[in-house]
């Protein structure tokens, strides 16, 4: 099976409620789609958000990269080589992570498709079911009060709430929060880099004085403050997390030795791909540290195959944030994984089982070869 072309789509899903952050707002679910064709006619399917305030990747961006460096390298080759192909992808340009991870999804969803398997079980195995949280945008209390009301009725019993844009304000929020719904949810705190250390540590000692109880605090520094991490983590019981510190399996080993934060959270478009979010849990699983499975705000395209890594290595990822498609108002890919709510289902088709995605908007000039 060999690799005959590479072409691109978009596809565009409305959200069920802005998305916000302290760094961004978005009303839409945005994926670059890579469609990989075989000469024998199989397609793999990956895909990829714009999240330049993140990791710096646009879509025009990704289609430059691909098909002026990576894609040339990559026509005729044998997907049964599925390591020398992901080298190659991690190899021939530095940083563009979400471009390689799209490329690396459609090439994974190939190399099941070759061996008649999901690709859970080529990645060693595991559970068909499991959970997610829910994001909650960072807003006026009262929104946030009945994003958190919708969400409980809909089954979900973790809440990721994102704050980070004003302290005093943020803490209100967590104490209305936790006392409305504490007790029906574990609340988990996504502060986007929106805090200082020592803001940090104010804060969660305060919460915690109060007996606010989380289950994680997801980077709450900037993104390059190591040493503020190592800070908060040695000042508060609650644990921390690392999420735009921790893109690099160096970064992680770097995180860890210095026990600067207690979990990684892995997202695909920001180690390039599956692979190097392989090489990532098993990194943590030498340091006995825990691993969230994440997603920036991809659709189910993406989301499938983490969804595919978090069965594989549930040893390692004990937590699962891969709510994206359930925060848009309708899934367009049909066969493989469902996504119902806080459940989440792998089937047994081939790969990541996609058999149609509908809406896709082909973007004729990008096929490579031309």
């Not at 504490?182 to 940090?200: E, F, M, P």
Request: glycine letters at 8%; aromatic letters at 6%; charged letters at 20%.
């Amino acid at each position: 099976m060999k690799i005959k072309t590479i072409r691109f789509a978009k596809l565009k899903v409305p959200l069920v409620t802005p998305f916000k952050t302290a760094l961004r707002e978005v009303s839409f679910i945005e994926d670059l789609v890579i469609i990989i064709e075989t000469h024998c006619g199989q397609l793999g399917y990956g895909s990829a958000a714009s999240t330049p305030v993140i990791t710096g990747d646009t879509h025009q961006g990704m289609m430059s990269v691909i098909s002026q460096f990576i894609a040339p390298k990559l026509i005729d080759k044998e997907i049964e080589n599925i390591n020398q192909i992901c080298h190659i992808i991690q190899s021939t340009v530095v940083g563009n992570y979400s471009a390689k991870a799209a490329l690396e999804l459609a090439v994974y969803d190939l190399w099941g498709k070759l061996y008649q398997a999901p690709l859970y079980k080529l990645l060693g195995g595991g559970s068909k079911n499991l959970r997610t949280d829910i994001t909650i945008s960072v807003d006026a209390i009262d929104k946030m009060l009945a994003d958190c009301q919708l969400a409980v009725q809909q089954g979900f019993d973790i809440l990721k709430v994102k704050i980070g844009n004003d302290l005093q304000q943020d803490i209100a929020r967590i104490n209305a929060i936790y006392q409305d719904y504490g007790q029906q949810a574990q609340i988990r705190l996504d502060v986007n880099q929106g805090w200082s250390a020592k803001q940090t540590v104010f804060a969660l000692q305060q919460l915690e004085n109060n007996n606010v109880q989380l289950e994680l605090v997801e980077q709450p520094v900037k993104s390059d403050d190591f040493k503020g991490l190592k800070y908060i983590t040695e000042r508060v019981n609650t644990p921390i997390m690392a999420d735009e510190s921790a893109f690099s399996p160096q970064q992680v080993i770097q995180l860890l030795e210095q026990n600067a934060v207690d979990i990684i959270n892995i997202k695909l478009m920001k180690t390039g791909g599956l692979s190097r979010a392989i090489e990532i849990a098993n990194i943590t699983a030498q340091y006995q540290a825990q691993c969230m499975i994440g997603c920036m705000l991809e659709g189910s395209i993406a989301v499938a195959g983490a969804a595919h890594l978090a069965s594989a290595k549930a040893q390692q990822i004990t937590k699962i944030d891969l709510d994206g498609p359930a925060l848009g108002q309708y899934d367009p890919a049909q066969g493989g994984v469902e996504f119902k709510g806080p459940a989440i289902t792998l089937g047994d088709a081939p790969g990541l089982g996609i058999t149609k995605i509908d809406g896709l908007q082909d973007i004729t000039d990008g096929v490579w070869p031309i």
